[in-house]
């Protein structure tokens, strides 16, 4: 089974930036690699933290990424589950 048509991004929430990071200036950016669902969700239990420096921005990436929606890879015109590696970056303003 080879993925004809990749997954895509509808929406994902912003994630919260932790408060005590935010108020030192501390900036971080997470590396996560997961499966989206053929519904298009993201399982908590499928979620793997590949690099982050602080385990509060780690945190919140998985919080964000858990409320995602996505559309789903598909074989034809069936969705099917793929592995996804996205970063997030959280950047004090």
Not at 21 to 38: F, K
Not at 71 to 80: F, H, K, M, S
Request: glycine fraction near 8%; aromatic fraction near 8%.
């Amino acid at each position: 089974m080879r993925i004809q048509t990749s997954g895509s991004v509808r929406h994902i929430p912003t994630p919260a930036y932790p408060a005590a990071a935010q108020g030192r200036g501390i900036e971080d950016a997470v590396a996560l690699q997961y499966v989206v669902d053929e519904d298009g969700r993201v399982r908590r239990g499928t979620i793997r933290v590949l690099d982050a420096t602080y385990q509060d921005f780690a945190d919140a990436a998985v919080d964000a990424i858990v409320g995602a929606q996505f559309n789903p890879a598909r074989v034809g015109a069936c969705p099917v589950k793929a592995v996804v590696r996205q970063w997030i970056r959280f950047s004090v303003r």
